[in-house]
Nanobody, 129 residues
Framework: VQLQASGGGLVQAGGSLRLSCAASGRTSSGSDMGVMAWFRQGPGKEREYVGVFRWSTNRPYYGDVAKGRFTISRGYGKNTVYLQMNGLKPEDTAVYYC????????????????????WGQGTLVTVSS
C-alpha cells in the first residue's frame, strides 16, 4: 500500500487549503483501509494528531488542533480522504502526513502514530503572517 499526500503550499494567514491523500494498492490480505488519518509535524515540534476518517462508521474524528477549523472527508472509494483547512494560522505551518491502517482501531488509539501501518511522504503547508 502506498499513500500519496498532496495539496500543500504557501498561503496567507486566514486562508484555506485542501489536502488530499490517496491510497493505492492492497494489503497482503487484500483488505481495504479501515482508517485514514492526518498528522502534522511543525518545525521543532513533535508529530501531532489532526484527525481520522473511519470507514466502518463513515465519519471523521478530530484531534484538538482540528476542531472548528479543519474538516476531514472521504472520496468515493475507500482509498481517498481530504483535509479541508480554513482560517489557517502561522502555527499551522507543518508537514502534513497521511497515515492508514487496514484494521479498525478503537477511538482511543486514533492519536497514536503506532496505530497506523502505512504512511505517506508528507506535504508541506506554510502559512505566512
Amino acid at each position: 500500500v502506498q499513500l500519496q499526500a498532496s495539496g500543500g503550499g504557501l498561503v496567507q494567514a486566514g486562508g484555506s487549503l485542501r489536502l488530499s491523500c490517496a491510497a493505492s494498492g492492497r494489503t497482503s490480505s487484500g483488505s481495504d483501509m479501515g482508517v485514514m488519518a492526518w498528522f502534522r509535524q511543525g518545525p521543532g515540534k513533535e508529530r501531532e494528531y489532526v484527525g481520522v476518517f473511519r470507514w466502518s462508521t463513515n465519519r471523521p474524528y478530530y484531534g484538538d488542533v482540528a476542531k472548528g477549523r479543519f474538516t476531514i472527508s472521504r472520496g468515493y472509494g475507500k482509498n481517498t480522504v481530504y483535509l479541508q483547512m480554513n482560517g489557517l494560522k502561522p502555527e499551522d505551518t507543518a508537514v502534513y502526513y497521511c497515515a492508514a491502517s487496514a484494521r479498525n482501531p478503537i477511538l482511543s488509539m486514533f492519536p497514536d502514530p503506532g496505530t497506523y501501518d502505512y504512511w505517506g511522504q508528507g506535504t508541506l503547508v506554510t502559512v505566512s503572517s
